[in-house]
């Protein structure tokens, strides 16, 4: 398939986030599309059929999100790709990095659960990863999300050791999950994720609706 054939299926595009998701001044992209089911998902309408999506090119996604690129070079911000889970839709975000300013910086936000492959076909294009681990434990995580997260850890070992110049990009999200993980769960995950080189964490409470 060629470049001007992919298609990205997103549920929202969102300008004008300010230390949100990155660094400076970036715009959301947030896909359709996730492998987790978990019990408070923060984005319900990347998993409905029944969401209305919007739909774009790689052109058409460069040329709409262009309008705020004095933005992006006066901040030092760009693109972040979220979700759902962005690296489902690899091709598009490695197409879309191939042809947009090389100035824009590149972010993902992502579980991490995919196929390795994934990630090593964007890895030289992204500048900033902020990845959502859920819990380290097995149990945990299963619970919550309704799949293993044996390619999570996996994916965070073999980026720990065949790629530690980007240790520093890397933020892991801790999150205090109500009703399944607590504090010293939370403890275990950030000591097991130090051992593998990991020094950056986002601690926080997901809010329970």
Not at 30 to 42: E, M, Q, S, V
Not at 72 to 80: D, E, K, N, P, S
Request: charged content about 25%; proline content about 4%.
């Amino acid at each position: 398939m060629s470049n001007s054939e992919l298609i990205g299926r997103m549920i929202g595009i969102s300008r004008h986030r300010l230390a949100i998701d990155g660094e400076g001044v970036t715009t959301l992209v947030a896909f359709h599309g996730c492998p987790l089911r978990c019990k408070y998902c923060l984005n319900p309408q990347s998993l409905s059929k029944e969401t209305q999506c919007i739909e774009r090119t790689v052109e058409e996604l460069i040329d709409e999100v262009r309008i705020d690129q004095l933005y992006f070079l006066a901040t030092g911000g760009g693109i972040t790709f979220g979700g759902g889970e962005p690296l489902l839709n690899y091709a598009y975000i490695k197409a879309f990095c191939q042809q947009c300013p090389k100035e824009w910086r590149i972010s993902i936000e992502s579980s991490l659960n995919v196929p390795r492959k994934n990630v090593e076909e964007v890895l030289p294009f992204v500048k900033e990863w902020i990845i959502d681990i859920k819990d380290i434990n097995s149990d945990i995580y299963k619970a919550y999300s309704g799949i293993s997260n044996e390619r999570v850890i996996d994916n965070l070992r073999w980026l720990a050791s065949e790629h530690p110049d980007l240790l520093a990009s890397i933020t892991i999200r801790l999150p205090h999950i109500p009703d399944y993980n607590t504090d010293d769960d939370r403890n275990k995950s950030q000591a097991f994720l130090e051992t593998l080189g990991y020094t950056k964490f986002d601690r926080f409470e997901y809010i329970v609706r």
